[in-house]
């Protein structure tokens, strides 16, 4: 065989490996998605989010709003998987020496 015709068997050995991936890929049945989207995982009315909305609607204001900073101070412990740290309970000022 001269190169000429095994270029061209070459050729028509791909162009049918060709047509024989397509028609599979055609047929083949597109499955259903396996996990849920992580829209679905997330809670219907999340405080927390609802919150960072306003936050973000009040815009430069939201800098000097106590309860914005209270929301991203939340946020960035929830990403980061802190613990919220416990508020301890206001004590009286009481005189020392009794």
């Given at each position: 065989?001269?190169?000429?015709?095994?270029?061209r068997l070459g050729a028509i050995v791909f162009v049918a490996?060709?047509?024989?991936?397509?028609?599979?890929?055609?047929?083949r049945k597109q499955d259903a998605p396996a996990s849920p989207s992580a829209r679905q995982l997330q809670p219907e009315g999340d405080p927390l989010r609802e919150s960072q909305?306003?936050?973000?609607q009040l815009g430069q204001q939201a800098a000097s709003d106590t309860e914005c900073l209270r929301v991203w101070a939340e946020t960035r412990d929830r990403f980061l998987g802190h613990a919220p740290?416990?508020?301890a309970p206001a004590t009286?000022?009481?005189?020392?020496g009794r």
């Open positions: 065989m001269d190169g000429k015709m095994l270029a490996v060709a047509v024989t991936a397509t028609a599979i890929e055609m047929t909305r306003r936050c973000q740290t416990p508020v009286p000022a009481t005189p020392e």
